[in-house]
């Protein structure tokens, strides 16, 4: 496709539920990154994968997150045992190379709502 | 810990009006970028800004880079409805690769 694919567009789960969304990055580009955005704590990193190095952790809030990316395209973000609190918009993006400068482009992100 | 902080955080100005919207850092880093993102929408890529001094126009939108400031502006010239939107900017430190967003610049343009 033409840009960063994520699904489910909108998913409504309950407290507890474990729940996976889906990002598809552009043709060819080595690097992956997850964000969530909520009102309370803006746009947050949350992990980042460069080929098939190690992915950086660094920004996961709780080890209910977890996230695999396969072949090196598409990823999966889970979180397990979800919370209110996670309610927010899950955003991927994807670029070229990290490090390098090169633009990151975001898909239009899976909206979660955690009731 | 990386700070970013924009200001304003909300900008309501007039059609044909000029603005500056500030992107202030904490530490070190040569990559800065800006966002546009409009409601409910996912984020638009604006500028990439690589260097000090690095100046970048697109349309009436122009950027630009002060890495001995820790500073990036983004002018607005003769502003028209259609740039309201929220904007951010965020930086990438030298060691790093993650984008640390600013809380970003919600911009109104109004007649």
């Known amino acids: 496709g033409a840009g960063v694919s994520q699904s489910p567009s909108n998913k409504v789960t309950e407290k507890g539920k474990d729940v996976e969304l889906r990002c598809d990055p552009i043709?060819?580009?080595?690097?992956l990154y997850w964000y969530r955005q909520s009102l309370g704590q803006g746009l947050e990193f949350l992990i980042y994968?460069?080929?098939?190095?190690?992915?950086?952790k660094s920004g996961l809030p709780s080890d209910r997150f977890s996230a695999e990316r396969t072949g090196g395209s598409v990823s999966t973000l889970t979180i397990q045992r979800t919370q209110q609190e996670d309610s927010a918009v899950y955003l991927c993006?994807?670029?070229?190379?990290?490090?390098?400068?090169?633009?990151?482009?975001f898909g239009e992100g899976s909206w979660l709502t955690v009731v | 810990e990386l700070k970013v902080e924009q200001n304003p955080l909300f900008l309501s100005m007039q059609e044909g009006k000029n603005y500056t919207i500030y992107c202030n850092y904490s530490?070190?880093?040569?990559?800065l970028y800006w966002y546009r993102q409009d409601p409910g929408k996912s984020l638009e890529s604006l500028f990439v800004?690589?260097?000090?001094?690095a100046v970048k126009q697109e349309g009436r939108l122009m950027a630009s880079l002060d890495t001995k400031a820790r500073l990036s502006t983004l002018h607005i010239t003769a502003a028209v409805h259609d740039l309201s939107a929220t904007y951010f900017c965020?930086?990438?430190?030298?060691?790093?690769?993650?984008?640390?967003f600013g809380k970003g610049t919600s911009l109104l343009v109004t007649p």
């Open positions: 993006a994807s670029s070229l190379v990290a490090s390098t400068g090169n633009t990151i482009y």
């Open positions: 043709s060819g580009h080595t690097a």
């Open positions: 994968f460069q080929g098939n190095s190690a992915p950086d």
């Open positions: 530490t070190t880093s040569d990559r």
């Open positions: 800004l690589l260097s000090n001094g």
């Open positions: 965020a930086v990438v430190t030298n060691s790093g690769y993650a984008l640390n």
